[in-house]
């Protein structure tokens, strides 16, 4: 099923579900060249998130800011291939709300443990705001916040549990959002752990 969340916004439920195991293997064998790790915000902070990144281009965060490159800063070598089948189920599901020719250069991959959260925020740091983002969720539910185009707005929560894909465009690409305290729990393909994969066109 489909759902719209605002104009440009959609959640397809369980979209993913089929691919879960796939999507797993693949994010195990990126994550061995291109460790899972916990960056730093530019004020200093260490996100309670672990991040790694594949695709042409990888988004990072550090003292100097945040930015999308083309090299790993842990070992300097470039991000891992992006894998076919996760270029082929961000194009389908784009394509499956009405956003043709979605071509990501990056998925950052973010992995949740037990506490990890993350506040509202935008994701600006694209260079064409034109083009969506797909997020692809995996493991333990999490409660998704989704706010509107300024921070003071109350956001909506959403579950997204594993499968589901959301597709944010248009008039939503610049919404706040973020995503509250995952709750210990154990998922039968992931154990203690939600990834979520967020597709985008970076450059
Ligand atoms: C709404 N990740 O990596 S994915 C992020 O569950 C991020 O890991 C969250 O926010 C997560 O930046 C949420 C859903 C998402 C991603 C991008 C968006 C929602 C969005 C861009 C605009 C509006
Ligand atoms: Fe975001």
């Known amino acids: 099923t489909t759902e719209t969340l605002s104009e440009g916004a959609f ?66 070598a470039s991000w891992p291939a992006m894998p076919p089948v996760f270029t082929g189920l961000a194009r389908s599901a784009a394509l499956a709300v009405g956003y043709a020719d979605f071509t990501p250069d990056s998925c950052l991959i973010n992995r949740y443990e037990p506490g990890s959260k993350m506040g509202l925020h935008q994701d600006k740091d694209e260079q064409d705001l034109a083009q969506p983002i797909v997020s692809v969720s995996l493991g333990l539910p999490q409660v998704f916040q989704f706010g509107g185009l300024a921070r003071r707005e109350r956001p909506a929560s959403i579950p997204l549990s594993h499968g589901d894909v959301v597709v944010w465009g248009g008039p939503s690409r610049l919404r706040y959002h973020g995503v509250l305290t995952l709750k210990a729990g154990v998922h039968p393909l992931t154990g203690p752990w939600r990834y979520n994969l967020t597709f985008r066109c970076a450059r």
């Open 11 to 76: 959640v397809l439920r369980q979209f993913a579900s089929g691919k879960g195991q796939r999507l797993l293997d693949e994010i195990e064998k990126i994550t061995a060249s291109a460790p899972l790790r916990h960056m730093k915000t530019p004020g200093g902070h260490s996100m309670s998130v672990a991040m790694s990144c594949c695709g042409s281009w990888g988004w990072v965060t550090d003292a100097g800011g945040y930015r999308y490159q083309t090299t790993d800063p842990c070992s300097g």
